[in-house]
């Protein structure tokens, strides 16, 4: 016998959650938990939604519809803070085990590689709950799941790309069967979400972006106006010591690779991105 659940979509209707880049996070919701709730349906999983549109559910008619009804409650949102907060965070009861929890939040991570901010528990007083839906939900057992911060640009960046949505919404799926005990069936991820996972990795190591670069070599180092190693780009010289102080790029050119960087006056060059000539600061 597998285990029953439900798939709770936050917010909805007058409630929009967070916000952020011109999405709200009921949307995003409501459009993860669908697919979930598609997909779980069609591995043969009894499975439910809380909603299925976008309507508003007050905190008593969500609870009504979750309590003792079900044995596992997966409830989808996106966080928001200040725009520097990111990464993915899992809510679980104080009255639960932490795995599944923790299982959800790791696989998350491992497959979109976005950063882990924490797996925890929030209580109002001793052995009371801080959530409703840990606190209101009786034997059902209920994970907040927080994919990311939607106003933080790179976690949004990554779940506004389709095919990124998606392979999140799988790595929970694929969670969520073991915790069932359902066999999981995997998707067949097409090139573009592996390509979008790559590109997405590559973003995580892009901390040269907005840092200041210098010149480490002893002669002079040329830049360039365009991406290029021609003598006819070469824009002027660096002498060691002197630098940009803003790299907008990192990109190949001609089997090496250049920074695009800004000088003072919001002028563009490129430059060698070699550590043997270059520090980024
Ligand atoms: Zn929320």
């Not at 959530?131 to 994970?143: A, D, K, P, Q, S």
Request: charged share 25%; with cysteine.
């Amino acid at each position: 016998m597998t285990k029953t659940i439900i798939i709770d979509a936050g917010h909805g209707g007058k409630d929009s959650g967070a916000n952020g880049f011109g999405v709200l996070e009921k949307d995003w919701a409501l459009e993860i938990s669908k697919y979930q709730y598609s997909r779980l349906k069609a591995m043969g999983a009894d499975v439910r939604m809380t909603r299925k549109s976008d309507i508003t559910l007050s905190p008593t008619e969500r609870i009504a519809r979750i309590k003792n009804q079900y044995d596992v409650c997966l409830s989808n949102h996106w966080n928001a803070f200040d725009g520097k907060a990111r990464g993915v965070e899992t809510i679980h009861s104080i009255h639960a085990k932490p795995i599944f929890a923790t299982d959800l939040a790791k696989r998350l991570v491992e497959v979109t590689g976005l950063p882990l901010r924490r797996v925890f528990t929030r209580k109002i007083g001793a052995g009371v709950d801080y959530y409703f839906l840990h606190r209101l939900t009786g034997r059902t057992e209920t994970v907040i799941m927080e994919y990311g911060f939607i106003d933080h640009e790179l976690d949004h960046k990554y779940y506004h790309q389709k095919a990124s949505f998606i392979l999140a919404a799988e790595a929970v799926i694929e969670v969520i069967c073991g915790k069932i005990g359902l066999k999981y069936i995997p998707l067949n991820v097409d090139g573009a979400a592996k390509e979008t996972h790559k590109e997405n990795q590559k973003t995580e190591l892009k901390s040269f972006l907005g840092r200041r670069l210098e010149s480490k070599y002893d002669g002079q180092l040329r830049f360039y106006k365009t991406p290029s190693w021609k003598d006819a780009d070469v824009y002027g010289f660096l002498t060691k010591g002197q630098g940009f102080p803003r790299i907008l790029d990192k990109i190949s050119v001609g089997g090496g690779e250049q920074y695009k960087v800004e000088n003072s006056k919001g002028q563009q060059f490129y430059i060698t991105a070699h550590s043997n000539f270059v520090e980024v600061e």
